[in-house]
T-cell receptor, first 112, second 110 residues
Framework: DTEVTQTPKHLVMGMTNKKSLKCEQH?????MYWYKQKAKKPPELMFV???????INESVPSRFSPECPNSSLLNLHLHALQPEDSALYLC???????????FGDGTRLSIL | SQQGEEDPQALSIQEGENATMNCSYK?????LQWYRQNSGRGLVHLIL?????REKHSGRLRVTLDTSKKSSSLLITASRAADTASYFC??????????FGSGTKLNVKP
């Protein structure tokens, strides 16, 4: 079992749909991350929240919209995605920005 | 990748043998970390080495860091079939940016 919980585990959506990915941690960590991972590739950093404020956006297209409602929750809102957005989306948290990260098991997203 | 490269890309060994994988990075760092990822799962943190350290041990893991060459190595001794996974290095810096190396896929045959 991981200490970072991601839902849903799998998501299939059409290009016109709107959906959200959710991530939750109760370790008191103040930094939270979204990564995108394609098959046989390393995770690629998308967004970083530090103390509930967006601190890094790695030039991610606006069809991905992050939200941090409180220190335990992180959402990723999806709208008008493209087939190339199909990937494993990983959430992670850490005490500070350069400390070990705890990962969830990800949401496997497929865009039809 | 944004971070750098790992080699080898893939490594296949017999149970009981040692596995060594290497990582190179591009930026200045506070620390370097190694993670394991089993197929279809999230990443699990293995070990962290600070920029002022040269070697660190944790159980069957040994990590070295050479900041002059911007490189690190991970040694897994007496490997087990359960060590079969992908291994990634990652660097931590002052800016909350966290970049992963390209990864090494390790297969340990029973």
């Amino acid at each position: 079992d991981t200490e970072v919980t991601q839902t849903p585990k799998h998501l299939v959506m059409g290009m016109t749909n709107k959906k959200s990915l959710k991530c939750e941690q109760h370790m008191g960590h103040r930094a939270m991350y979204w990564y995108k991972q394609k098959a046989k590739k390393p995770p690629e950093l998308m967004f970083v929240y530090s103390y509930e404020k967006l601190s890094i956006n790695e030039s991610v297209p606006s069809r991905f919209s992050p939200e941090c409602p409180n220190s335990s929750l992180l959402n990723l809102h999806l709208h008008a995605l493209q087939p190339e957005d199909s990937a494993l989306y990983l959430c992670a948290s850490s005490r500070q920005g350069d400390q070990p990260q705890h990962f969830g098991d990800g949401t496997r997203l497929s865009i039809l | 990748s944004q971070q750098g490269e790992e080699d080898p890309q893939a490594l296949s060994i017999q149970e009981g043998e040692n596995a060594t994988m290497n990582c190179s990075y591009k930026t200045s760092i506070n620390n370097l970390q190694w993670y394991r990822q089993n197929s279809g799962r999230g990443l699990v943190h293995l070990i962290l080495i600070r920029s002022n350290e040269r070697e660190k041990h944790s159980g069957r893991l040994r990590v070295t860091l050479d900041t002059s060459k911007k490189s690190s190595s991970l040694l897994i001794t007496a490997s087990r079939a359960a060590d079969t996974a992908s291994y990634f290095c990652a660097t931590g810096n002052n800016f909350n940016k966290f970049y992963f190396g390209s990864g090494t896929k390790l297969n340990v045959k029973p």
